[in-house]
């Protein structure tokens, strides 16, 4: 930000045009546009294209003639682009040649002849040649404020001359025709979806950048200049945002905080004019951005109230001659020195610490954006034109209005800018005429899309960056420099680090307070559904049969497990019948098998090459839940398994390891978020590390979660809900944060009625996983949840159980009731606890049809099985639960151990199966 050079502008003799009207335009609008052909000494037309040289435009419709132009390949002013163009020019005797009084095209007619103008002084205000520029990517004229001597055209500009009046502002008089007229091609439409650049996977190598800048400083605390001792504090501060990038509460980050928090150097710094006197804002903003960012207070930071002093000090009004007073170019504007990265860091740095941004400084930043949605980094008046687009500032300026809030319409033209403006080797370049890529700018771009939810944009963005790394680890201003530097490095390990500023500065949630599990409880009265009723509904003979429940018919034997978990989860939320919960834990741990020979592990798969994080962290939660050891549970080290099959890198089948981190065959952020729950649950913070990071990875700006892995899908319901309650077990200050906006996301989409969406409608799977997320901040959400627990009465029963969804097919559902029940309490499956103390352990079928004692199945004891299983069915309409919830899809695998039906099984049909299960009902676990 800020690298780009600016000129003054020099507004020559049409600066001071007053104003005037347009009564020739008319003739030079009925004027055919065609292209001219030029003289031998031109470029070639076709030479200039959107990238290379400059094309002019010259109306020659109030004379009777046409439109012609020309082009030059290599273009220093507009005075030499007409001239290579093909045209001649005179000026005037009083202005000289800079004052173009008339032009012609090749050895043709000069107009206004001498006898309409005799160009001695300065043309009438009526009637006289006026300059007109559109950039790259402009589809509108802006009238030009630099004579053709002093402009310098960049590549791909366009230029027009029309002949006429207007005024200085370029209100009116503009030429009749189009820049695309000009260009001979159409710009690309800000409205028109772009895609992000095929580029190869590319990671910044953000340790390699801490230790460089770490190397860069002295004693530890700053940067000095090459050959001085003197504190660059500039680049002190930009020190501290890189470290604190790759680690928020880096101890070499603070200590320069430390350094700059000192009154001597951060007067030297920020108040220049003295320890009582207004105070720079550039520096102002970075240190308050600094304090931010090490945990230290802005508002008293070296003996100083840097925001208060930013407040104080705004701009109040509109100062209107363009001229600065005290700093101040208009209203709203902070103490700056002319770039708008100031005033984007002022704001953000106030936001960040819950103040008020002074009237007009927000807006302010919306008068910098150009035609095209990008942003210049000048502090521009408003109405200037002549704005040029720069890839860092648009970075910057979208995070900081993103911040702020309120400014949509603005941000999408930023948004649009952004993506058009990426190269194809995935980078950006500093301004928009340039065709290389520049690590500042690109890394400002990357954070700002990201920011905003264009992760592929982004991606490709620091996969360009990682391929400019220098070997010192650091990056140089430009593409092929080959010198580390402070600036650039700062800026791209925050990109590097897929984060930005304004989450690197943003004031952490505090911790929550230890609490202990809240007690499983019913819903205040009136305000629920009976869950007695609904408890009575799950455990039915009809339904529970032996310890467990079925997908279709209890005859075939064919157990499904999962839902079998779901029930248990429920019965464990309410204690609605602890004797049916201990039951079914019983057969699970005790090596119990269903008709078909298949026990809990046959599900699971723990132990072979197929084994199922979802399953075996839907398993692991229930032991825990219940007081049992999930490290031997039904002879298996659960907790052990997940560990060993937490994937090390992406495999060629996706649905196995879609990335690092995610546990084996999870394919759903429901199923990686039980496999983490269990693991935290278990003490084994260390090991889940990886799968937590890759959970959070997957968490999108919006606060939501997506539903599937591996394969494209959006933002839903249940799988957020059930992420926030995994996270919400991490007491760090961004993972309570990471659950903050994803509560705040799932009460968005709260229906009227108080339902919520689900792949079946509106759904009472996702009302009660939605009941369950909120009340991770209860007080905070109490209505929601209340308006949710009435849906789901409405969707009650007389039998107890619950519809699928709202308008859907009446009748109860099983699997949609298992999670109904639970759902309702509120409780999180991450605190869900039932002391099953007191109940006496049932006898489990053994394989002779009596009974065993119930010794483990996995330390030698015989198998216990449940042959036949031929009594009863499902009970109501819509028992088999065909339309259920996430908790129980991990129950989609089918099949025997026999290797080549479990091959066949997991390789194919049951894969897409299971697959597409997901998308009927929103599964996700």
Known sequence: ?????????????????????????????????????????????????????????????????????????????????????????????????????????????????????????????????????????????????????????????????????????????????????????????????????????????????????????????????????????????????????????????????????????????????????????????????????????????????????????????????????????????????????????????????????????????????????????????????????????????????????????????????????????????????????????????????????????????????????????????????????????????????????????????????PTTPPTPTTPPAGEGPDLKKGAAYLTAPSRLVQGRFYESQPGSGFADYGLTIDGAYALAATGGDNTALRNIVDFMDKGGKDGQKRGIHDWTLVGTKYANGGSIGKTAVLAQAVGRDPRSFGGQDLIAALAKITCRAKTSTVQECAAKGNYAYATSVFKQSLGVMAQLRAGEKAAAAEPVAYLKSLQTPSGAWVSLIGEPSGPEVDSTAMAAMTVDLLPDADSQAAVDKALAWLATQQKEDGGFPGASGNSVNSAALAIQGLSLDAPKYSAQIAKARKFLTSQQNGDGGFNVAKGGQTGSDLRASTQAVGGATGISFGTLTRDLTGTTPEPVPSTSGGTSGGTSGGNGSPVIVTPGENGGGTGSAGGSGSGGGPLASTGAQVGTLAAAALVLTLGGWGVTRAAKRRRQTGAGA
């Open 1 to 513: 930000m800020g690298t780009a050079q600016q000129s003054e502008r020099h507004l020559g003799s049409k600066g001071l045009l007053s104003l005037v009207s347009a009564a020739l335009l008319t003739c030079a609008a009925s004027a055919a546009f065609v292209s001219g052909t030029v003289s031998a000494s031109a470029d070639p037309i076709e030479q200039c294209t959107a990238t290379t040289g400059a094309i002019v435009a010259v109306d020659f419709g109030p004379f009777g003639g046409k439109v012609e132009k020309g082009c030059d390949t290599t273009p220093t002013t507009g005075y030499e682009l007409l001239q290579t163009a093909g045209f001649t020019m005179e000026g005037t005797v009083h202005d000289g040649p800079a004052f173009i009084c008339r032009i012609g095209k090749g050895t043709g007619t000069q107009y206004p002849t001498p006898d309409k103008e005799p160009c001695v002084l300065t043309p009438q205000a009526t009637a006289y040649w006026s300059y007109w520029t559109a950039s790259p990517g402009q589809r509108k004229w802006s009238y030009s404020q630099q004579g053709a001597m002093a402009r310098n055209p960049k590549p791909g500009d366009v230029e027009a001359w029309v002949y006429g009046g207007t005024d200085l502002e370029g209100t009116k008089g503009k030429p009749s025709f189009s820049p695309d007229d000009v260009r001979g091609f159409t710009t690309p439409d800000p409205t028109v979806p772009t895609t992000p650049p095929k580029v190869p996977a590319g990671r910044v190598d953000v340790p390699a950048t801490t230790r460089w800048v770490t190397g860069t400083l002295t004693n530890g605390e700053r940067v000095v200049d090459e050959g001085s001792t003197t504190p660059n504090h500039f680049l002190s501060t930009e020190a501290v945002f890189a470290l604190a990038a790759a680690d928020r509460k880096s101890p070499v980050a603070r200590k320069i905080a430390d350094f700059l928090a000192t009154p001597a150097q951060t007067d030297a710094y920020a108040y220049p004019a003295g320890k009582d006197g207004i105070p720079d804002a550039t520096a102002a903003a970075r240190l308050a951005l600094v304090a931010e960012a090490t945990g230290k207070d802005p508002r008293a930071f070296g003996g100083h109230d840097l925001l208060g002093d930013l407040v104080k000090y705004a701009c109040p009004r509109d100062i209107g001659d363009g001229e600065t007073v005290e700093g101040c170019f208009t209203k709203g504007d902070f103490r700056t020195t002319g770039q708008a990265d100031a005033q984007a860091m002022a704001v953000i740095a106030l936001v960040n610490a819950g103040m008020t941004p002074p009237p007009g400084s927000v807006a302010r930043l919306t008068v910098l954006q150009c035609e095209d949605g990008g942003f210049t980094s000048v502090l521009i008046r408003p109405g200037s034109p002549g704005c040029e687009s720069e890839a860092g500032a648009t970075g910057l300026i979208t995070l900081a209005l993103e911040r702020a809030s309120g400014h949509e319409a603005v941000l999408q033209k930023a948004r649009n800018y952004l993506k058009r403006s990426q190269l194809v080797t995935g980078a950006w370049p500093s301004v928009y005429y340039e065709t290389t890529g520049n690590p500042a700018a690109t890394a400002w771009a990357a954070q700002a899309l990201r920011a905003l939810g264009d992760e592929a944009f982004a991606d490709a963005g620091v996969s360009w960056l990682s391929k400019h790394q220098l070997p010192t680890g650091g990056f140089g201003f430009a593409e092929d420099d080959t010198e580390s530097r402070l600036y650039p490095t700062a800026t791209a390990a925050l990109a590097g680090a897929g984060s930005d500023l304004v989450s690197l500065t943003a004031k952490p949630a505090e911790p929550p307070t």
